[in-house]
């Protein structure tokens, strides 16, 4: 690469580096951008988990054809590596040096030996390889960056002394994305958990736990995500669910937890929790409450158009409410509550699967139908 360009060229790079706000998405952006700027077959990033890096992207463009697959870390036969001077990516998020290794022979009489065991069965051998720990401003390691095989044409040679100094750079780059890319993660964290115990405590009274709350939350995101919904929307319909049934705080104690059949006057109260959760969000200018609205107003609505307030039909019923409509049913059909005992997971899933179509948008319920091993997992249950 010129250099006339390379101020450009990572300019660029730390501007869409520093854009992303999804942490998966950014790993694998840093890969990527390390791999055209090495101009190396491969690259794997990891992150710090306590005391072991963790494998998170795994790209490299020679398996790739054989793999016909991008993102490659499925063939990967270990996920973690211990913090340890005994191995290339441990030492180096130990010491903070950058390690460069023009071939084997180097790395073995330095007391290296590349990683064999995660690439057992594979037919690819790494000759030079580039290790470099991404440190924050404020000396703190939040991950490893290594790339492998460094290319000029078709051979394979040592990465440049230019390049090592360009790497560095844009270690440094990357570092500082991750690093908050990892504090927005942590902020959302913390804010679904603020969620997750408000909501908890506005169903208290209905004798619902928080793992009501967060199991409707994930299976909702899981089938957001099935039928290819964007990550955007899925993370919303994760923090949006769990006020679904927020509105219960207006309903009498006696209606909530009665153990008989509820009578028509005490049915017809019952039914206003997804009007009067409506009017607890409120109108708001922001996406997440926006949301939730539409999750708490119609998450009772039916798709062949006989469920309530509104009695709404099909796709006149806001996608969000008939996401979390197939995750709240599965869920009250399987917990044990006042006025009625828990249902096994297979009858519940047969349920779902009956009613498509009818209760349920049928692709909604198929994506969740998919996703049964996924939800027989959440549930504490192997899928028989």
Same mark, same amino acid.
């Not at 077959?41 to 790739?64: A, E, P």
């Not at 001077?85 to 290296?112: C, I, M, N, W």
């Not at 049934?245 to 153990?259: E, F, Q, R, S, W």
């Given at each position: 690469?010129?250099?006339?360009?390379?101020?450009?060229?990572?300019? !660029?790079?730390?501007?869409?580096?520093?854009?992303?706000?999804?942490?998966?998405?950014?790993?694998? !952006?840093?890969?990527?951008?390390?791999?055209?700027?090495?101009?190396? /077959? %491969? %690259?794997?990033?990891?992150?710090?988990?306590?005391?072991?890096?963790?494998?998170?992207?795994?790209?490299?463009?020679?398996?790739?054809?054989?793999?016909? @697959?991008?993102?490659?870390?499925?063939?990967?036969?270990? +996920?973690?590596?211990?913090?340890?001077?005994?191995?290339? @990516?441990?030492?180096?998020?130990?010491?903070?040096?950058?390690?460069?290794?023009?071939?084997? +022979?180097?790395?073995?009489? @330095?007391?290296?030996?590349?990683?064999?065991?995660?690439?057992?069965?594979?037919?690819?051998?790494?000759?030079?390889?580039?290790?470099?720990?991404?440190?924050?401003?404020? %000396?703190?390691?939040?991950?490893?960056?290594?790339?492998?095989?460094?290319?000029? %044409?078709?051979?394979?040679?040592?990465?440049?002394?230019?390049?090592?100094?360009?790497? +560095?750079?844009?270690?440094?780059?990357?570092?500082?994305?991750?690093?908050?890319?990892?504090?927005?993660?942590?902020?959302?964290?913390?804010?679904?958990?603020?969620?997750?115990?408000?909501?908890?405590?506005?169903?208290?009274?209905?004798?619902?736990?928080?793992?009501?709350?967060? &199991?409707?939350? !994930?299976? @909702?995101?899981?089938?957001?995500?099935?039928?290819?919904?964007?990550?955007?929307?899925?993370?919303?319909?994760?923090? $949006?669910?769990?006020?679904?049934?927020?509105?219960?705080? $207006?309903?009498? /104690?006696?209606?909530?937890?009665?153990?008989?059949?509820?009578?028509?006057?005490?049915?017809?109260?019952?039914?206003?929790?997804?009007?009067?959760?409506?009017?607890?969000?409120?109108?708001?200018?922001?996406?997440?409450?926006?949301?939730?609205?539409?999750?708490?107003?119609?998450?009772?609505?039916?798709?062949?158009?006989?469920?309530?307030?509104?009695?709404?039909?099909?796709?006149?019923?806001?996608?969000?409410? &008939?996401?979390?409509?197939?995750?709240?049913?599965?869920?009250?059909?399987?917990? /044990?509550?006042?006025?009625?005992?828990?249902?096994?997971?297979?009858?519940?899933?047969?349920?779902? +699967?009956?009613?498509?179509?009818?209760?349920? /948008?049928?692709?909604?319920?198929?994506?969740?139908?998919?996703?049964?091993?996924?939800?027989?997992?959440?549930?504490?249950?192997?899928?028989?």
């Amino acid at each position: 690469m010129e250099q006339s360009n390379i101020y450009e060229v990572l300019y !660029r790079i730390g501007i869409a580096l520093t854009s992303e706000r999804n942490i998966h998405s950014l790993l694998e !952006r840093i890969v990527d951008e390390a791999i055209s700027l090495a101009a190396c /077959d %491969g %690259g794997t990033i990891y992150t710090i988990k306590g005391q072991s890096l963790v494998f998170k992207v795994f790209k490299n463009r020679v398996l790739r054809q054989q793999y016909l @697959s991008d993102d490659i870390s499925e063939i990967l036969n270990i +996920k973690e590596v211990p913090i340890s001077r005994s191995s290339l @990516s441990g030492y180096v998020a130990l010491t903070k040096e950058v390690l460069h290794f023009p071939d084997r +022979k180097t790395a073995h009489e @330095s007391g290296f030996v590349f990683d064999t065991v995660a690439l057992s069965g594979v037919d690819y051998t790494v000759e030079s390889s580039l290790t470099m720990p991404l440190v924050t401003s404020a %000396g703190n390691v939040v991950g490893v960056l290594q790339l492998v095989n460094a290319r000029d %044409g078709v051979s394979i040679v040592p990465f440049k002394p230019e390049t090592i100094e360009i790497m +560095k750079f844009f270690a440094s780059q990357a570092a500082s994305a991750l690093q908050n890319v990892q504090l927005i993660e942590e902020l959302k964290e913390a804010q679904l958990d603020s969620i997750y115990m408000l909501s908890t405590a506005a169903e208290f009274r209905d004798k619902v736990t928080g793992d009501h709350i967060k &199991r409707i939350s !994930r299976v @909702s995101y899981i089938i957001a995500r099935t039928i290819k919904m964007s990550r955007e929307f899925s993370e919303l319909i994760l923090y $949006a669910s769990p006020m679904h049934d927020i509105g219960k705080v $207006a309903i009498p /104690d006696y209606v909530l937890n009665k153990t008989d059949r509820l009578t028509p006057q005490e049915w017809k109260l019952m039914k206003k929790h997804t009007t009067y959760g409506a009017k607890i969000i409120k109108e708001s200018k922001y996406p997440l409450f926006k949301m939730a609205k539409n999750i708490a107003l119609y998450h009772h609505e039916r798709y062949d158009g006989n469920g309530y307030p509104h009695g709404l039909k099909g796709t006149q019923i806001p996608l969000e409410a &008939r996401i979390v409509q197939v995750a709240d049913v599965f869920d009250a059909l399987v917990s /044990d509550r006042p006025y009625k005992t828990a249902w096994t997971l297979d009858d519940a899933m047969k349920y779902i +699967k009956d009613f498509r179509g009818e209760q349920f /948008d049928p692709d909604v319920a198929d994506a969740f139908l998919e996703k049964q091993e996924i939800v027989f997992k959440l549930y504490g249950k192997k899928e028989s």
